[in-house]
């Protein structure tokens, strides 16, 4: 069973997981100060949600059969893989330095062909780190 999770960063400051998913009669959802900690309280609403389940006598899937995948906002994606530095992956991605600082703070959003272009630089960041050997 495949779980679509969306990470998004608040007007709060706060980060929130949620889904579409339902296991038994419950919700699955998550909230922290950080990605991690919104991750990480997601995937024990994930575990919850089976012992409900259980308690209540409903069929759900085992907890190895769950794959969660996580889909992040810009703002999102930026906290979890911090070690990005903003100015450069924007030069790297070709866009506006200026304007990728707004999207990562949710300031601004990218409009489709941006956000194609910033995932596509993503996506070469990940091959060419792949290859690396130390």
Do not use: W
């Amino acid at each position: 069973m495949t779980v679509n999770a969306i990470i998004e960063k608040g007007n709060d400051g706060l980060f929130a997981v949620r889904s579409e998913t339902v296991i038994g009669r419950t919700c699955l959802c998550g909230f922290g100060d950080s990605v991690e900690d919104a991750k990480e309280d997601f995937l024990m609403s994930v575990d919850e949600a089976i012992e409900d389940s259980d308690e209540q006598k409903l069929s759900h899937p085992n907890r190895a059969d769950i794959n969660v995948v996580f889909t992040y906002d810009l703002p999102s994606f930026f906290n979890y893989f911090d070690m990005f530095n903003t100015s450069k992956f924007a030069s790297y991605a070709g866009i506006n330095e200026s304007k990728m600082r707004q999207y990562k703070s949710g300031i601004s959003y990218p409009g489709e062909k941006t956000t194609k272009k910033i995932l596509s630089a993503v996506r070469q960041i990940a091959a060419e780190l792949s290859t690396v050997m130390l």
